[in-house]
């Protein structure tokens, strides 16, 4: 089955500075990969997603690159805030042929100092 | 829509008793996901139900652990008995699409087992 590993699993900047979270994953037959924030004590979000026909997308401060050959995909937060502290997962499934369950990473915990 | 519902958000137990969870999943979503969330697992799928119907159970620790879904709007998963390991936080989620788009989660429940 699918196995994803993210990196790091804290990660401490300024504010101001940027940010980068990495995973991998196992399954090449993998095609969508979502990002999600869990804020402390709340539910996880989905804040961005990427599909595999595409290798970059971005919203804003936040952008997600795909690299299908080497099965890895990275999320990064520029100009980082005080508000971007939170725990972030990032996920895989094979969505295209029918359902495959979301397969979560350990998850990053960011904190953005003032 | 208020989105996933959860109850209780809190819930402390002795150890032996039986613990039953609440979800009411977003109306017209046909996927619905209970996770666990723990520091050292993540987020760990335990079940999912797919237009009500039970489709991968693979992740439920143990026999002591059940899953229902009697119609599209209500899904309840019970401990019997509870052990401290069983100690985490509870999530629901549900999807309109599976594996191949956002899951919304609900608040989860905190379980705490004494």
């Known amino acids: 089955g699918e196995n994803v590993e993210q990196h790091p699993s804290t990660l401490s900047v300024q504010e101001g500075d940027s940010a980068v979270i990495k995973c991998t994953y196992s399954?090449?037959?993998?095609?969508?990969f979502p990002w999600y924030k869990q804020e402390l004590g709340k539910r996880p979000q989905l804040i961005i997603d990427?599909?595999?026909?595409?290798g970059e997308k971005k919203d804003q401060r936040i952008a997600v690159t795909l690299n299908k050959t080497a099965k890895h995909f990275s999320l990064h937060i520029t100009e980082t805030q005080p508000e971007d502290s939170a725990v972030y997962f990032c996920?895989?499934?094979?969505?295209?042929?029918?359902?495959?369950?979301?397969?979560f990473g350990t998850g990053t915990r960011l904190l953005v100092s003032p | 829509d208020a989105g996933v519902i959860q109850s209780p958000r809190h819930e402390v137990t002795e150890m032996g008793q039986e613990v039953t969870l609440r979800c009411k999943p977003i109306?017209?979503?046909?996927?619905l996901f209970w996770y666990r969330q723990t520091m050292m697992r993540g987020l760990e799928l335990l079940i999912y139900?797919?237009?009500?119907?039970?489709?991968?159970d693979s992740g439920m620790p143990e026999d002591r652990f059940s899953a229902k879904m009697p119609n599209a709007s209500f899904s309840t998963l019970k401990i019997q008995p509870s052990e401290p390991r069983d100690s985490a936080v509870y999530f629901c989620?549900?999807?309109?699409?599976?594996?191949?788009?956002?899951?919304?989660f609900g608040q989860g429940t905190r379980l705490t087992v004494v």
């Open positions: 990427i599909r595999s026909n595409v």
């Open positions: 139900f797919n237009n009500n119907v039970p489709i991968d």
């Open positions: 989620a549900s999807s309109p699409r599976g594996g191949r788009t956002e899951a919304f």
């Open positions: 399954d090449s037959a993998s095609n969508y």
């Open positions: 109306s017209g979503h046909d996927y």
């Open positions: 996920a895989a499934s094979r969505g295209n042929t029918g359902f495959q369950k979301l397969v």
